[in-house]
């Protein structure tokens, strides 16, 4: 059995980009039966930008909800908040004291505010060790991660070979599972959906607010409404496809090129898609929202197993180190 670690950072509310694109094939992956999947919210790592408690607090209760409301099974899977769990701190100074300044220098988190230096903070400086306790912590065979997030595993892969070279075999060392980007969730403005970018739609919003952001958003040309319309290069159209089944989203389609079809229409039916096609998910999200005491429940069932794991591997490099 392979033993599969995921973590979700805690930056709000996951929109329909993160639900299709990460969530719904983790939920997959962590249901087969041969996996062992440990899943967190990573809100530890959230710190180096969120600076307010109550907002830190809403994003990781909100990311909790989204997977509960989509069916991640918590006896299956060990599900998480990355503070409950304290070891990983302690493990991360450790693994920091075996891995080179000049290394973490070429850090992607790092480079990318190189030029502003003012805007990094020391926990953004040493985030890739953070992430690799994350891993190490729990003798991860396997970690998903996309070919822009590689990198990070890279050095979580290199500080425990550098430690078991040095201390001696104390690390499971991980392998990638690279995530094919074969998803492209466009955003509501045709590039891809991103919450830096502004452009992204919460399914669990409530229909007026979904009925506004799409009316009002969505980018469409001025094709008249009888004249017949391209629906491949077409927003409003490659949303729908993926929230829509099969057989509508070629309706649709047929209907876009015979003309007589306006693009009000369409988002009509992509806002009917979206209210219906994730109404089940809605209402679990809500109970959740509604609920804190049961999220805190349920996140804190997940840190009691993560734990049981986590301080045989803390104790193992704490013999090693000479404490």
């Known amino acids: 059995m392979a033993r599969i670690l995921t973590g979700i950072q805690s930056t709000g509310t996951p929109h329909l980009g993160n639900l299709l694109g ?35 607090r809403e994003n990781t209760y ?6 509960l409301a989509f069916g991640l099974d918590t006896e299956r899977t060990v599900f998480y908040r990355q503070s409950d769990v304290a070891e990983v701190t302690e493990l991360a100074w450790y693994l920091n004291c075996f891995f080179p300044y000049q290394r ?22 040493s985030y890739p060790m953070l ?25 979580t892969r290199d500080v425990a070979s550098r430690f078991n070279h040095k201390m001696g075999e104390t690390f499971v060392v991980p392998k990638e599972m690279i995530r094919e980007e074969t998803q492209l969730i466009p ?21 007026s607010a979904l009925k506004k952001r799409i009316n009002k958003e969505i980018i469409t040309d001025a094709t008249p ?5 391209d629906p491949d290069g077409a927003v409003v159209y490659n949303l729908y496809k993926l929230v829509a089944t099969e057989a509508e989203a070629d309706q649709m389609a047929s209907a876009l ?35 804190k005491s049961a999220l805190d429940a349920e996140l804190a069932k997940g840190a009691e197993r993560a734990r049981a794991v986590a301080q045989p591997v803390l104790q193992r490099v704490r013999e090693k180190i000479g404490f």
């Not at 970018?197 to 399914?203: A, D």
């Not at 079809?261 to 109970?287: M, P, S, T």
């Open 131 to 155: 992430m690799a306790a994350d891993i190490l912590l729990y003798d991860a065979d396997f970690v998903p991660v996309g070919k822009d997030q590689l990198q990070h595993l890279e050095m």
């Open 62 to 67: 909100a990311v909790a909800a989204a997977w």
């Open 257 to 291: 090129r015979a003309g007589g079809y306006g693009w009000g229409h369409a988002k009509k039916a992509l806002l009917e898609a979206v209210v219906d096609g994730f109404a089940k998910e809605r209402d679990e999200f809500n109970r959740w929202m509604s609920d």
């Open 104 to 125: 973490l220098t070429l850090a992607h988190s790092f480079k990318d505010k190189a030029d502003r230096l003012e805007d990094v903070n020391g926990g953004l400086f």
């Open 187 to 207: 955003g509501l403005d045709g590039g891809k959906m991103s919450k830096s970018k502004g452009n992204t739609l919460n399914i669990f919003d409530e229909p």
């Open 22 to 56: 990460a969530i719904r094939p983790a939920i997959d992956l962590a249901h087969q039966s041969d996996n062992e999947s440990f899943l967190f919210i990573a809100d530890m790592h959230s710190l180096t930008q969120v600076k307010d408690g109550a907002t830190l």
């Open 225 to 229: 409404l009888e004249d017949p319309k």
